[in-house]
């Protein structure tokens, strides 16, 4: 089964736009999970346990596990292992170089990792994407417009030209042969958002930028979804995985956002 069919069969089951985003921070964890083997494993173990009903999918970033070393690198391996089958998983490593070292980022994260999709960055053009689209059963998240303050530097800046990202957008829409990409675009820029959904039609959107970085849920919902209410992929990590009751805190986001594809 293919990313997007199997992204579309899961929003369905769970009846959720909900991802959960699976970023550990071994110094925010509680530390009970630091006495046991493998904290990081029975720390995401927990949560997939406790939210696997409600999301759409997960998304794991590549950097909280490098950070611990091949220990960190097993732990992903096992975990994406432990996601249930019928959950796509996303995972985050925003990669991007030229063609032959793109093929590689592509084999690590597809046929190492086991990922449904990954992020890449478009900054060195298509031969630095097409690598990951030439897996055609994988989901190719391309970074359009993020959710970090600094993006203005560059995706917005339009010195008299179309902006950096409705440039990604057009160009992500032209590559996407093979029906597998989609774009990155944070929930803390929603008036953008709503533009790039009229560009991208009915491409998923992975929007990250709820929760904890304050972005607009409601907009970003109601500009996020195509017209069948569904491919907004909505990012929680931090609000979700370090909450009291993470299963609780995933059911009340999920909900939420449903409240807003009406």
């Known amino acids: ?140 998240f391309i970074l359009c417009l993020t959710s970090n303050t600094s993006h203005r530097d560059f995706q917005e800046n339009t010195e008299g030209k179309t902006p950096l990202y409705k440039q990604v957008a057009m160009h992500a829409k032209e590559w996407n042969i093979y029906g597998n990409c989609g774009l990155v675009a944070g929930a803390t820029n929603p008036e953008e958002l709503k533009e790039i959904r009229q560009i991208a039609e009915d491409m998923p959107l992975l929007i990250p930028g709820v929760g904890a970085q304050g972005g607009d849920l409601e907009h970003s919902v109601k500009y996020g979804i195509t017209k069948d209410k569904n491919r907004a992929v909505i990012n929680a990590s931090r609000s979700i995985i370090y909450s009291d009751d993470p299963g609780g805190a995933a059911k009340k986001l999920r909900d939420e956002i449903n409240s807003f594809r009406k």
Request: glycine share 4%; hydrophobic share 40%; charged share 25%.
């Open 1 to 140: 089964m293919n990313f997007l069919r199997q992204l579309d069969k899961a929003s369905v089951k769970n009846n959720s736009l909900l991802c959960v985003g699976l970023d550990i921070d071994l110094s925010r964890i509680p530390p009970d999970f630091l006495k046991k083997e493998d904290p990081i494993f029975a720390f995401n173990k927990i949560i997939i346990d406790e939210t696997r009903d409600v999301v759409c999918c997960y998304k794991p970033n590549i950097a909280f596990y490098e950070m611990c070393g091949i220990y960190g690198l097993q732990a992903l391996i096992k975990t994406i292992e432990y996601i249930p089958e019928d959950i796509p998983v996303i995972l985050d490593a925003k990669r991007g170089d030229v063609g032959h070292t793109a093929a590689a980022y592509a084999k690590s994260l597809f046929d190492v990792f086991k990922a449904d999709a990954a992020t890449v960055n478009p900054y060195m053009g298509y031969d630095s994407i097409k690598p990951f689209m030439e897996y055609r059963e994988k989901g190719i």
